[in-house]
């Protein structure tokens, strides 16, 4: 599980890439019209030193609760982090 990972790991920064989100057919498949490349939900960069924060906003892009993944809601239940992003001093950058 990729909660387990996060025990043995010290992970120092989380780069997760939502520029493009595939919705659809993913992880290897896929039409263009699968992926969601919109302001509202994609075309972003999430960087963090937590890496349950980064996957809870992660699951926002999809419209999912992060309490309602599993790996999310158990990872911060084991203490490897916080699972309200915005708890983490969230910050949004346009550029």
Known sequence: KIGDLNKFLKIDLTVLDAFRIL???GPTGGRLDDV???PEHA???IVSTDPVAADAYG???FSIQPAD???IRQSHEQGLG???YKR???E???V
């Open 23 to 25: 919705k659809n057919h």
């Open 36 to 38: 969601d490349n919109s």
């Open 43 to 45: 075309r972003r960069i």
């Open 59 to 61: 699951a926002t892009l």
């Open 69 to 71: 993944v599993g790996y």
């Open 82 to 84: 916080e699972i309200d």
């Open 88 to 90: 983490k001093g969230f």
């Open 92 to 94: 949004e950058i346009h």
